[in-house]
């Protein structure tokens, strides 16, 4: 068998580069994915060096492979409130809301944030998939008045400690009230935003999302040099902190066999409401009779897991094959390895021993709550 460990990935036109694609590269990206059918950049000085960089300064992520979607016109927030379990009767203009997306099994779709820009304008900024397709197909025979489309919109990420720093020196303090979870129109330099106080980082983040794609490499510019004075560094969407702070991945942490019981995001589910969204009955009986399985944070032990698993590792219990481990890694800051761990809800009890089978060797972990540093919403 060939080593191929030295594989690349290939550019071509066939998938789509981001506004900011030149400047990733310019700045040192040295590997990518494709994600939503896109070039998004996965390592510029390293996943622990990123990650110091995030936690101690600030941090600016290329993550226009969140592509928009927008449903606008006169009937979008009805026809919102069909897509999601979640109960949006609160939400506000300039507000942002997590949400999950299911089908009529109660199976997540994606997951996503939700922006109001105005009362009948909506922006879905989800994860990796085809959401644009379903949510243009569930209008199809909606009987409501919406328009549906990707916008020329790419969000550019700011986060760390010093992100807050960074949006005052960028904006001379005209954002330094933008609570989390809100978002507004503005510009800079005559390029036109929307800033939100979202991202994914687990760290204080702010997204700035470009509203013309030719002037991407303008904005990276921009910001990069503002940051100087922060120790700035180009950084992909980071491993370590991300499950630190019991952040999921969809198509890694989430499937679409499982439902938000599932995954412990109960919280954004309202089987009481009067809206009749798409999974509601499969959803009632799920929180009913109960999931019947459980995504778990793990401590593993064994040797520091220093790159992110390429596969799927298996769960050992009693000499069966019961589950798997979407992502773990090594936290520095916890001196241990974590994860996650999809496994029947009957053996998701905390401190249970599980037997991981990774590709050297079977590790011993145990079950354990999650996460274990939160994400940070409070300026320090």
Known sequence: MTDNKAAT???????RKSPFFDST??????SFSVYNHMYMPTSYAGTEAEYTSLVNDVT??????ERQIEINGPDAYEFIRLLTPRNLEK?????????ILTDHKGGIINDAVLLRLKPDQFWISPGDGDVLLWIQGVAINAGLDVNIFEPDVSPLQIGGPKAPDLIDALFTGEHNDLRFY????????????VIGRTGWSGEISYELYLRDGKRGNELWALVRAAGQQFNIAPAAPNTIRSIEGGLLSYVSDISRDDSPYTIGLDRLVDVDQDVDFIGKEALKKIKQDGPARKLIGIEIDGAPITAAPEHLWPIIKDEQEIGYVSRCIYSPRLGKNIGFANVPAHLSALHTLLIVRSPSADLAAIACDFPWIPA?????
């Open 9 to 15: 990935i290939s550019f071509g036109a066939r998938v």
């Open 25 to 30: 590269r310019e700045d040192g990206a040295k």
């Open 60 to 65: 600016m992520w290329d993550v226009s492979v």
């Open 91 to 99: 939400c506000a203009i300039g507000h942002c809301l997590y949400i």
């Open 182 to 193: 809100r978002a507004r129109e503005t510009s800079l330099n005559g390029i036109p935003l």
């Open 376 to 380: 940070e919403r409070i300026k320090r």
